[in-house]
């Protein structure tokens, strides 16, 4: 069987038919706007809904048709039954009023005084048309049906029927259509507060559209009285001023509504399609039953794009909780080029007032946010609004990654003045800019201030400006804090935020180091301190207090170090130190402190370069430098961290590089033998020192290094400092060498001094203990100089038996060069002739030693030392003979003036000897004669000059001196010349050697000197000299330059 077609829907035709009827009833002088109302009504009621597509068919459903039934449908009972469509002003508005007088604490007189104005006072602009249009119904005659006899009396009655039927059809139709207009948000009415708003948006005032809506009711009013009065039809419609008065309102109402669009509908617009958008995006996250957009705010922040704060209630089987949970996959859906964040919402009282202090259990809002949008925290004039939504969104990421549910904002509050902050006299106040700041509270569900105070470490980096959390107060703010841009309203807040940033940054980086259980220490804010060093670096020191039972040592560790590095901006330098305590031990460490130590400059780890610093700051400065440095040093060692006691500086100021004494108290078990074994690690831990030592003290050990202490440029404060080095390195070089007493003692340098005539020259007088001899340091000479870097060492006699004084030096002692010292040479009673290591003169003294043998090779200097005997010689008024045949006196020449004579040939040389024999035979007579053992003890009168004999080159002059070989029997003149000749040189020779060798035998008692040189002087040529054999054994012998040992042996 077939189904029955469909029937039309009759509606609009019946509506045409009764408008024709409301037309024709006025005309007939009926109630016309009754008629309509009865028309519209029947019209309602012949409205069929539209016919359902066919099973499988693709057409949609007629959204169109199907509203336009819902507004026939809605009209069947509204224009007869009253309803919230024929009040004046829309309920919602007085429920928001109410709600408002009811949260500020309004009286009840206040809220029933605001009823009334809401109640009897129309602001929306169609209940102004519809009671425009009610007056002007109200004088449409309506007197027909008293005039025809069927309601006797109607004529007074019927015109307020007429008007409350027109007034019911204007405003039901128009609150049907609004209803309706949106499959689930109803249009709102506009009223006087849209045209507002609307006109504070465009900048203009809204008292301006007010006045012109006035004017032209003016003349509406005016135009109508004059128009009926001027086609006679005044008597037809009375009373004409309502008439009029109507018409007025009729058109000034129209103005205004017209004046409100479009701004006043943007943001139902806007919830209109943004529920069109989310209800797609529902569909893909397949949430059935989708949560329900309740409102949808646009903010500008300085992007193409708006923020979008829409606030939903989610079902119960998904709860504002699961709403939250479901973030990442609602953010595809959003699209590209937005962050989306999903944020709680407070819960709401029985008056619909939000409940800061708790959550809503459905309600949840998803701010989406173009990532080109921006907000300044700082900036003054900002939208509030678009503040705590910023503010609100970037806590909720900030906990989600903590773990923590979102806290809730309570309060946020201005905490700036408008005005420039102070300047002082002659500042550019043109340049400061004043800039804001804000207070805000929150309420979170857990961890409470702790969960604050880490989302504030968290918030600057998300909203672009400072957050800090004062954690006693309960409060975080944000905003310009502490550029001094801002002038807060409490002055005390500057130096307030000061320390809270300060607190806040520490305590984020302690959540970025600590591990998981690690309690983070407690700041100690108020000793704070900020010291330079001498070389302009900047240290700062911020201490902090652990929690009981907690060590400091667990936060003093090198992986520590490294990682409050990263947090700070990766500076060059970082280190953790213990703090001082209190204790009766010097620099005692404290059992509950410890100081973290920070710096934007490359602070150096080598002694040498740390510069001692004048006054406390910089005298701060440098002891942490040091004992960071010392801290570096023992973890490169692998030796657990020491404490620095103390450190002094041994070097002046001045010094090109310094040294310094640093006090270590050692713990772990380390020992100073330990330390002493990793001396050489720790040195390159120093940022490998040139010269370190570790040495005994009573906390532990003495570390000294820095700068070289026998570098030229190293200047010490003091002289015992450098005493100090000194000991140091011989101690390290007596250990060395195992020069130890029985108890490990190395022998302990009691003085040090440069020598007056030789600086190159150190004497170091040591104290020997038990068990060592000064043997030993000799036989160790080698091992000593190598430790200690000296090139030249020398032992003495100490004071006593248990003393031994050294001679060192780091270079040739040898004064270089050594210019002749006039001055001396006339001064002294003997002939110097050098300077010895310590500088003083070496001289040749003939009543010490009567004659003197000089052996050199060539170029070891052997003519200038005989020139110095001659010189002295000749300043002492000596009689000076002088014998070179072997180079014809060539060096002694300039001596002639002076000299008794100068031999040149074998025979010259001879009869020298010949007459100095004689002479040395005379004066032995003439101690006889007197009676002394010396000619020095004859008397002044007779007393004989001094005889100095000197014989350069002796062994060529005596070698060679064998008697020739006899003659032929038939040998010429000639040969016999030659031979003659040559037995005579050979006499000289011979001569000259025996004279030599009897002048060292008898001649040292009466003032006769014999000063033989040579490069050499061998047993075969002793041999050969008639009574050589004295030679050796009765001359002190003078051997220069460089000699093989055999040639030592053989000279000496």
Same mark, same amino acid.
């Given at each position: 069987?077939?189904?029955?077609?469909?029937?039309?829907?009759?509606?609009?035709?019946?509506?045409?038919?009764?408008?024709?009827?409301?037309?024709?009833?006025?005309?007939?002088?009926?109630?016309?706007?009754?008629?309509?109302?009865?028309?519209?009504?029947?019209?309602?009621?012949?409205?069929?809904?539209?016919?359902?597509?066919?099973?499988?068919?693709?057409?949609?459903?007629?959204?169109?048709?199907?509203?336009?039934?819902?507004?026939?449908?809605?009209?069947?009972?509204?224009?007869?039954?009253?309803?919230?469509?024929?009040?004046?002003?829309?309920?919602?508005?007085?429920?928001?009023?109410?709600?408002?007088?009811?949260?500020?604490?309004?009286?009840?007189?206040?809220?029933?005084?605001?009823?009334?104005?809401?109640?009897?006072?129309?602001?929306?602009?169609?209940?102004?048309?519809?009671?425009?249009?009610?007056?002007?119904?109200?004088?449409?005659?309506?007197?027909?049906?008293?005039?025809?006899?069927?309601?006797?009396?109607?004529?007074?009655?019927?015109?307020?029927?007429?008007?409350?039927?027109?007034?019911?059809?204007?405003?039901?139709?128009?609150?049907?259509?609004?209803?309706?207009?949106?499959?689930?948000?109803?249009?709102?009415?506009?009223?006087?507060?849209?045209?507002?708003?609307?006109?504070?948006?465009?900048?203009?005032?809204?008292?301006?559209?007010?006045?012109?809506?006035?004017?032209?009711?003016?003349?509406?009013?005016?135009?109508?009285?004059?128009?009926?009065?001027?086609?006679?039809?005044?008597?037809?419609?009375?009373?004409?001023?309502?008439?009029?008065?109507?018409?007025?309102?009729?058109?000034?109402?129209?103005?205004?509504?017209?004046?409100?669009?479009?701004?006043?509908?943007?943001?139902? /617009?806007?919830?209109?399609?943004?529920?069109?958008?989310?209800?797609?995006?529902?569909?893909?996250?397949?949430?059935?039953?989708?949560?329900?957009?309740?409102?949808?705010?646009?903010?500008?922040?300085?992007?193409?794009?708006?923020?979008?704060?829409?606030?939903?209630?989610?079902?119960?089987?998904?709860?504002?909780?699961?709403?939250?949970?479901?973030?990442?996959?609602?953010?595809?859906?959003?699209?590209?080029?937005?962050?989306?964040?999903?944020?709680?919402?407070?819960?709401?009282?029985?008056?619909?007032?939000?409940?800061?202090?708790? /959550?809503?259990?459905?309600?949840?809002?998803?701010?989406?946010?173009?990532?080109?949008?921006?907000?300044?925290?700082?900036?003054?004039?900002?939208?509030?609004?678009?503040?705590?939504?910023?503010?609100?969104?970037?806590?909720?990421?900030?906990?989600?990654?903590?773990?923590?549910?979102?806290?809730?904002?309570?309060?946020?509050?201005?905490?700036?003045?408008?005005?420039?902050?102070?300047?002082?006299?002659?500042?550019?106040?043109?340049?400061?800019?004043?800039?804001?700041?804000?207070?805000?509270?929150?309420?979170?569900?857990?961890?409470?201030?702790?969960?604050?105070?880490?989302?504030?470490?968290?918030?600057?980096?998300?909203?672009?400006?400072?957050?800090?959390?004062?954690?006693?107060?309960?409060?975080?703010?944000?905003?310009?804090?502490?550029?001094?841009?801002?002038?807060?309203?409490?002055?005390?807040?500057?130096?307030?935020?000061?320390?809270?940033?300060?607190?806040?940054?520490?305590?984020?980086?302690?959540?970025?180091?600590?591990?998981?259980?690690?309690?983070?220490?407690?700041?100690?804010?108020?000793?704070?301190?900020?010291?330079?060093?001498?070389?302009?670096?900047?240290?700062?020191?911020?201490?902090?207090?652990?929690?009981?039972?907690?060590?400091?040592?667990?936060?003093?560790?090198?992986?520590?170090?490294?990682?409050?590095?990263?947090?700070?901006?990766?500076?060059?330098?970082?280190?953790?130190?213990?703090?001082?305590?209190?204790?009766?031990?010097?620099?005692?460490?404290?059992?509950?402190?410890?100081?973290?130590?920070?710096?934007?400059?490359?602070?150096?780890?080598?002694?040498?370069?740390?510069?001692?610093?004048?006054?406390?700051?910089?005298?701060?400065?440098?002891?942490?430098?040091?004992?960071?440095?010392?801290?570096?040093?023992?973890?490169?060692?692998?030796?657990?961290?020491?404490?620095?006691?103390?450190?002094?500086?041994?070097?002046?100021?001045?010094?090109?590089?310094?040294?310094?004494?640093?006090?270590?108290?050692?713990?772990?078990?380390?020992?100073?033998?330990?330390?002493?074994?990793?001396?050489?690690?720790?040195?390159?831990?120093?940022?490998?020192?040139?010269?370190?030592?570790?040495?005994?003290?009573?906390?532990?050990?003495?570390?000294?290094?820095?700068?070289?202490?026998?570098?030229?440029?190293?200047?010490?404060?003091?002289?015992?400092?450098?005493?100090?080095?000194?000991?140091?390195?011989?101690?390290?070089?007596?250990?060395?060498?195992?020069?130890?007493?029985?108890?490990?003692?190395?022998?302990?340098?009691?003085?040090?001094?440069?020598?007056?005539?030789?600086?190159?020259?150190?004497?170091?007088?040591?104290?020997?203990?038990?068990?060592?001899?000064?043997?030993?340091?000799?036989?160790?000479?080698?091992?000593?100089?190598?430790?200690?870097?000296?090139?030249?060492?020398?032992?003495?006699?100490?004071?006593?038996?248990?003393?031994?004084?050294?001679?060192?030096?780091?270079?040739?002692?040898?004064?270089?060069?050594?210019?002749?010292?006039?001055?001396?040479?006339?001064?002294?009673?003997?002939?110097?002739?050098?300077?010895?290591?310590?500088?003083?003169?070496?001289?040749?003294?003939?009543?010490?030693?009567?004659?003197?043998?000089?052996?050199?090779?060539?170029?070891?200097?052997?003519?200038?030392?005989?020139?110095?005997?001659?010189?002295?010689?000749?300043?002492?008024?000596?009689?000076?003979?002088?014998?070179?045949?072997?180079?014809?006196?060539?060096?002694?020449?300039?001596?002639?003036?002076?000299?008794?004579?100068?031999?040149?040939?074998?025979?010259?040389?001879?009869?020298?000897?010949?007459?100095?024999?004689?002479?040395?035979?005379?004066?032995?007579?003439?101690?006889?004669?007197?009676?002394?053992?010396?000619?020095?003890?004859?008397?002044?009168?007779?007393?004989?000059?001094?005889?100095?004999?000197?014989?350069?080159?002796?062994?060529?002059?005596?070698?060679?001196?064998?008697?020739?070989?006899?003659?032929?029997?038939?040998?010429?003149?000639?040969?016999?010349?030659?031979?003659?000749?040559?037995?005579?040189?050979?006499?000289?020779?011979?001569?000259?050697?025996?004279?030599?060798?009897?002048?060292?035998?008898?001649?040292?008692?009466?003032?006769?000197?014999?000063?033989?040189?040579?490069?050499?002087?061998?047993?075969?040529?002793?041999?050969?000299?008639?009574?050589?054999?004295?030679?050796?054994?009765?001359?002190?012998?003078?051997?220069?330059? /460089?000699?093989?040992?055999?040639?030592?042996?053989?000279?000496?």
């Amino acid at each position: 069987m077939r189904s029955a077609a469909p029937t039309g829907n009759l509606a609009p035709f019946v509506t045409v038919i009764a408008v024709v009827g409301a037309v024709a009833a006025a005309w007939f002088r009926l109630p016309a706007l009754f008629v309509l109302a009865a028309g519209l009504t029947f019209a309602a009621w012949m409205s069929v809904p539209p016919a359902p597509p066919v099973r499988g068919a693709s057409a949609p459903v007629d959204e169109r048709a199907v509203t336009r039934h819902r507004i026939w449908a809605d009209l069947r009972w509204s224009l007869l039954v009253p309803s919230s469509g024929w009040l004046f002003n829309d309920p919602a508005d007085w429920k928001r009023s109410q709600q408002q007088l009811t949260a500020g604490g309004a009286s009840s007189w206040s809220v029933t005084a605001a009823f009334l104005r809401w109640f009897l006072l129309p602001t929306a602009f169609t209940s102004m048309i519809a009671l425009g249009v009610a007056a002007v119904t109200f004088t449409l005659p309506v007197d027909a049906l008293d005039a025809w006899g069927v309601l006797p009396g109607s004529g007074i009655w019927l015109p307020w029927v007429n008007a409350a039927a027109g007034y019911v059809v204007v405003a039901q139709v128009t609150a049907v259509r609004r209803r309706h207009a949106a499959p689930q948000d109803p249009q709102p009415p506009l009223t006087l507060g849209t045209l507002a708003s609307t006109s504070t948006a465009r900048g203009t005032s809204p008292v301006s559209p007010l006045i012109g809506a006035v004017a032209l009711a003016a003349v509406v009013f005016t135009s109508v009285v004059v128009a009926v009065t001027a086609a006679g039809f005044d008597w037809l419609i009375s009373p004409l001023p309502v008439t009029a008065a109507g018409a007025a309102l009729i058109v000034a109402a129209a103005v205004l509504r017209a004046r409100s669009l479009p701004e006043g509908l943007d943001e139902w /617009r806007e919830l209109v399609r943004a529920r069109e958008q989310w209800a797609s995006r529902w569909v893909l996250l397949k949430q059935d039953p989708a949560p329900v957009l309740l409102a949808r705010r646009s903010l500008t922040a300085g992007a193409a794009s708006p923020v979008t704060v829409d606030t939903f209630e989610a079902p119960a089987t998904l709860g504002a909780a699961g709403l939250i949970a479901l973030q990442a996959k609602i953010t595809p859906t959003v699209g590209a080029g937005t962050r989306v964040t999903v944020i709680s919402e407070p819960d709401i009282d029985s008056s619909g007032q939000p409940i800061l202090s708790s /959550r809503h259990p459905l309600r949840a809002s998803i701010v989406s946010w173009p990532l080109d949008a921006t907000v300044d925290f700082g900036a003054i004039g900002a939208d509030d609004d678009l503040l705590r939504i910023a503010l609100r969104t970037a806590a909720a990421r900030a906990a989600e990654t903590f773990g923590h549910p979102q806290p809730l904002l309570q309060t946020f509050t201005p905490i700036f003045e408008p005005d420039a902050p102070d300047t002082e006299p002659g500042d550019d106040t043109d340049s400061v800019t004043p800039r804001a700041a804000y207070s805000s509270t929150w309420v979170s569900a857990e961890a409470g201030d702790a969960l604050m105070g880490m989302i504030a470490g968290s918030l600057p980096g998300l909203i672009g400006a400072e957050a800090i959390c004062d954690t006693p107060a309960g409060v975080v703010y944000v905003g310009d804090l502490t550029s001094g841009a801002a002038r807060f309203v409490d002055e005390d807040l500057a130096a307030r935020f000061d320390v809270l940033a300060r607190e806040a940054a520490w305590a984020q980086r302690w959540r970025d180091v600590l591990k998981m259980g690690e309690q983070q220490p407690y700041i100690q804010t108020s000793v704070y301190r900020k010291y330079e060093l001498p070389s302009g670096q900047v240290i700062e020191s911020q201490p902090f207090m652990t929690a009981q039972a907690v060590e400091p040592e667990q936060y003093m560790t090198a992986e520590k170090e490294r990682k409050l590095q990263s947090t700070l901006n990766n500076v060059p330098f970082v280190a953790v130190t213990p703090w001082k305590g209190a204790d009766d031990r010097a620099g005692g460490r404290h059992s509950g402190a410890f100081r973290v130590l920070w710096s934007a400059d490359p602070i150096p780890r080598n002694p040498a370069r740390i510069r001692p610093g004048r006054g406390v700051a910089q005298s701060e400065a440098t002891q942490w430098a040091l004992a960071a440095a010392v801290n570096a040093a023992f973890d490169g060692a692998h030796l657990p961290r020491g404490e620095v006691l103390s450190a002094i500086c041994l070097t002046s100021p001045a010094s090109t590089g310094h040294i310094w004494d640093i006090r270590v108290r050692l713990y772990g078990g380390v020992t100073l033998l330990a330390v002493k074994a990793a001396a050489e690690k720790i040195r390159q831990g120093l940022g490998a020192a040139e010269w370190l030592r570790v040495t005994a003290d009573a906390e532990g050990c003495r570390i000294v290094a820095g700068a070289n202490p026998a570098s030229p440029n190293v200047t010490f404060e003091r002289p015992r400092n450098r005493e100090l080095t000194v000991a140091l390195d011989w101690e390290a070089a007596f250990a060395a060498a195992k020069i130890l007493g029985a108890n490990g003692d190395a022998p302990q340098l009691q003085s040090s001094r440069e020598l007056p005539k030789n600086a190159k020259v150190l004497e170091l007088l040591f104290q020997l203990p038990a068990g060592t001899s000064r043997a030993q340091i000799r036989e160790s000479r080698q091992k000593l100089m190598t430790a200690t870097g000296n090139l030249f060492l020398m032992d003495r006699d100490g004071d006593t038996a248990a003393e031994v004084r050294l001679l060192v030096s780091q270079m040739d002692p040898l004064p270089f060069p050594a210019p002749m010292d006039w001055e001396v040479i006339e001064s002294s009673k003997a002939i110097p002739f050098g300077s010895s290591v310590d500088g003083a003169p070496v001289e040749f003294d003939w009543t010490i030693d009567p004659h003197l043998l000089v052996l050199g090779g060539t170029g070891s200097g052997k003519s200038q030392y005989l020139n110095n005997i001659i010189i002295g010689s000749i300043l002492r008024g000596c009689e000076l003979w002088i014998i070179d045949p072997m180079k014809f006196a060539a060096d002694f020449r300039w001596s002639a003036p002076w000299a008794k004579a100068i031999a040149i040939t074998e025979e010259e040389a001879s009869a020298i000897m010949d007459v100095v024999s004689a002479e040395v035979d005379r004066r032995r007579e003439l101690n006889g004669q007197y009676g002394v053992s010396s000619y020095l003890q004859l008397p002044p009168e007779v007393r004989p000059p001094h005889i100095v004999v000197l014989i350069d080159e002796f062994t060529e002059l005596i070698i060679g001196a064998d008697r020739p070989k006899p003659l032929p029997e038939r040998a010429s003149e000639a040969e016999q010349l030659i031979h003659a000749e040559a037995l005579r040189q050979i006499d000289a020779r011979r001569n000259v050697g025996a004279r030599a060798g009897r002048f060292v035998r008898l001649a040292r008692s009466t003032g006769v000197t014999l000063v033989l040189a040579a490069q050499d002087l061998k047993k075969d040529t002793i041999d050969q000299i008639p009574g050589g054999g004295s030679l050796k054994n009765n001359m002190s012998v003078v051997l220069l330059g /460089r000699a093989s040992n055999g040639s030592r042996l053989s000279a000496l």
